[in-house]
């Protein structure tokens, strides 16, 4: 049994991170219907933007009155400057092939990818990098099992972060507009939503969210951990293509409303 219990924490660890990851993947499929080959350098970027601000900041070995102050900013604009990352990204490579061939922003998307990697290995080099361990190591006793909590503060920013994201979407009038266009954008056009906002607050949404995934695990396996949120991407599927319009908003007015 806690042999059980041990590998569920883990697992959900782990799928708490790919969950992060893949929910970029999946924003902007949903309004673009472009899978983001270079979304898991995007990710490498944000842990690599973490790492730099953790040293300027000396959060390792800091006491607990400026390390928790400390991580929530290096969260902050660790988030903010990825998602700046996502638009420029998305106003540079993507803009001008969203009505192109759907090879061309395909291979635009894996040109990008090279492009980061390059850029990465021109700043940081070959060499292997970790993060310091800021988290507690010690464990919290649930039940009589002993569970990491370093593995549960994991899982409780993922599930913020994710629900967060959840009430933007539904509740917000950039959400709206963001379900809107991914049901129909030349609709949500014409009900006077501007697209190219809302698919650039995607890019920024979806870029944030992978930065924080980049910080809250050691960034030694990026690649493998693409290939599977990829996967992850790919089997979900994207809410935003189907999505629940929410209370008293019926699907057949999701475009009429995000446009008021």
Do not use: C
Request: aromatic fraction near 8%.
């Amino acid at each position: 049994m806690r042999f059980f219990a041990d590998q569920l924490i883990f697992g959900l660890t782990t799928g708490a991170i790919y969950a992060l990851i893949a929910l970029g993947y999946t924003l902007v499929y949903g309004i673009i219907e472009l899978i983001n080959f270079a979304h898991g350098d995007v990710y490498t970027v944000g842990g690599l933007i973490g790492l730099t601000l953790i040293g300027l900041l000396h959060l390792q070995g800091a006491t607990v009155l400026w390390l928790i102050p400390g991580l929530i900013l290096v969260f902050l604009a660790a988030m903010s400057l990825n998602g700046l990352l996502g638009v420029v990204i998305e106003r540079v490579a993507y803009r001008r092939l969203r009505n192109a061939p759907r090879l061309a922003p395909l291979i635009t998307a894996v040109g990008v990818s090279f492009i980061l990697e390059g850029a990465i290995f021109l700043v940081k080099g070959p060499n292997h990098i970790t993060y310091p361990n800021l988290l507690p190591s010690g464990s919290i006793s649930i039940f009589g099992y002993e569970l990491g909590a370093q593995n549960l503060i994991i899982i409780a920013l993922a599930l913020g972060l994710m629900v967060g994201l959840q009430q933007f979407i539904q509740r917000t009038q950039i959400g709206r507009a963001m379900r809107a266009t991914a049901q129909d954008r030349d609709a949500a056009r014409l009900m006077g939503i501007n697209i190219n906002r809302t698919i650039a607050v995607t890019f920024f949404l979806g870029s944030a969210l992978a930065a924080a995934g980049g910080i809250i695990h050691r960034p030694d396996r990026r690649d493998g951990r693409r290939l599977h949120a990829g996967r992850a991407a790919v089997v979900r599927r994207v809410r935003l293509r189907h999505p629940d319009p929410g209370p008293g908003l019926p699907a057949d007015r999701a475009v009429r409303h995000a446009g008021s």
